[in-house]
Each structure stands twice: as structure tokens, then as C-alpha cells.
């Protein structure tokens, strides 16, 4: 899977139980095929690992429950829960302007890996090494100026779907969602894990122009509503370092 370094899109988001899984999916697959990347594997998903960072006032937690519309907030993402896999890392932007969502990221070197589990100023030094870009000098700068440090480890399973009939139409499914509270990017024993929306799985569909309209009939005829819902702060409320004040 070549992974996609810059794009702003529309993303809307569901939560689906478990029971309606199998049936959604089956209907889903009249119109959609499952993304080449997945198709061969044994169960066609792949594990994602994302390291959230925050301020200690927990900016970026408070302004997506508050609903702030023009927002950001950074991660490194992997997609393996093995230390020793030679698996790409990546720093990743991702940012809201009133409905739109965009993405920013950039390949790191691995040795990244311990700069994360030390001093904050080891990061920012290994990071200050690197050849620099736009998003490199954004996440130095608010670094420095917010006082970000590692707060978060998320870990999911996703199982993607493309559109046969429109390429920018995705839909995705994020199931056994689990946080801990860590500064690492590779679990250390003590670390405690944490399941949430337990029985659930996050819906993501994702489009550059608009939905289809059979997308829509499905969406209604499975009862579901729209949501706004972030993985990293259900996490944060599930490990109790953040409360949702709503």
C-alpha cells in the first residue's frame, strides 16, 4: 500500500453494533470491493498504531469535544505492535478547517523509536536533523511553543473499501479499539491496555465531492446518524485523563 502523503477530503463517521456488521458489509459489497491492499490477507485487515500528542492543558482533546472547526493535531503512526518489524513510521498532521479534513505526513527513520521514549528534547533534536519541510518545521515549532509531549497510544484494526464505480469514495471499518495511557510507541510490560466501544465499530466514509446516493438509502435503512467521534479522545475518556465536560 503506497501510502498517501497530502490530502483534504470530507469525512463523516458512524458507530455501528456488532450485529449489523456482517449485513452492512454484504450489502456494501454490490457497490464497493475491498481495497487491493487487504483483499489477500488472511482476515483483510490491517492493525494501525497511532502515539497522540497533546499540551498539558489537553488543547487538542478540549477543542475537538468543543467542536472548535478549525483545529489540528499531531501523531506518529505505525501499523505494527512489533518493536522489531521493519515497519514505516510516520508524523502525521491532521487537521480540520470548518468541514473540510486534511492530512499532512512524513517518513521517519527508525531510529525514532527511542528518541519518542526520552527526553522531549531528544525528539525535537533528531527532528531538527532531519531534511526539513513544512510539516516537520510546524510540529518543531508548536513543540516548542505548546509543550507537546506523547499522551495516548491508539490501536485498531481496519478493514478498507473502495468505491468500483468512484476512486475517491471510501469507506472504512475500525473495530478492537484499545488505548494506554504511554509515552512509547511500542508498548513496555506494565503498560495497561484498554478496550473501548467495546461490541462497536467506528464507520469512516470518506469523499472528495459527495456520496453516492445508494450510500445514502444503505445509511438509512441501517437506522445509522451521523456522528463527530476521535478515536484519541475516547481513549483519553476511557483511561480517565481526560472527562468530556458536555
Not at 13 to 18: F, G, S, T
Not at 125 to 136: I, M, Y
Not at 144 to 167: E, G, K, N, Q, T
Amino acid at each position: 500500500m503506497k501510502p498517501e502523503l497530502h490530502f483534504s477530503r470530507f469525512e463523516f463517521k458512524y458507530i455501528m453494533p456488532r450485529h449489523l456488521r456482517q449485513a452492512f458489509e454484504s450489502e456494501l459489497g454490490y457497490f464497493m470491493a475491498l481495497d487491493p491492499y487487504v483483499s489477500a490477507r488472511r482476515h483483510q485487515k490491517y492493525f494501525v498504531r497511532s502515539l497522540y500528542f497533546d499540551d498539558e492543558a489537553l488543547t487538542c482533546y478540549y477543542e475537538k469535544t468543543d467542536g472548535v472547526m478549525v483545529r489540528r493535531k499531531y501523531r506518529i503512526r505505525t501499523y505494527t505492535d512489533n518493536r522489531d518489524e521493519d515497519t514505516a513510521i510516520f508524523l502525521e498532521m491532521k487537521g480540520r478547517y470548518n468541514a473540510l479534513v486534511y492530512k499532512h505526513r512524513i517518513s521517519l527513520p527508525r531510529r525514532i523509536i527511542g528518541d519518542i521514549e526520552g527526553d522531549s528534547r531528544v525528539l525535537i533534536k533528531t527532528l531538527v536533523s532531519l531534511k526539513q519541510d513544512t510539516l516537520l518545521s510546524a510540529f518543531i515549532f508548536d513543540s516548542l511553543r505548546m509543550r507537546l509531549r506523547p499522551r495516548m497510544l491508539i490501536d485498531y484494526v481496519r478493514r478498507p473499501y473502495v468505491s468500483r464505480y468512484a476512486p475517491d469514495f471510501r469507506v472504512t471499518f475500525d473495530d478492537s479499539l484499545e488505548s494506554t495511557i504511554t509515552g512509547s510507541l511500542f508498548n513496555k510490560v506494565t503498560d495497561r491496555k484498554r478496550a473501548f466501544l467495546p461490541g462497536y465499530s467506528i464507520v469512516e466514509v470518506k469523499f472528495k465531492r459527495h456520496i453516492p446516493s445508494w450510500f445514502h438509502r444503505l445509511i438509512q435503512s441501517y437506522e445509522l446518524r451521523r456522528i463527530s467521534v476521535s478515536k484519541y479522545c475516547k481513549g483519553m475518556e476511557r483511561t480517565g485523563l481526560a472527562d468530556n465536560l458536555e
